[in-house]
């Protein structure tokens, strides 16, 4: 599924259309305030310590990274 918008503000409508469809409930925190959004602070430090334990155990060099990283998600 793709679209194009030509502004800033059409490609916000389109993704608020979009998430309003499919259900997704929108939560905002302030911008550069970590501590508001604890959850997913959280869990992106496990993907990343995930995707290094990957890479380390697997004696694959970095370019493998986004790899690591999809399969640290699907994990």
Excluded: H
Excluded at 2 to 11: D, L, P, R
Excluded at 35 to 40: E, L, P, T, V
């Amino acid at each position: 599924m793709g679209f194009t918008a030509k502004t800033m503000q059409e490609a916000i409508e389109i993704a608020t259309e979009l998430m309003d469809k499919k259900g997704i409930k929108r939560e905002f925190s302030v911008p550069m305030t970590p501590q508001q959004n604890g959850i997913a602070e959280r869990k992106n430090r496990t993907l990343i310590e995930a995707a290094r334990t990957l890479l380390a155990d697997s004696l694959l060099p970095i370019p493998f990274w986004a790899e690591a990283v999809n399969t640290a998600c699907y994990v």
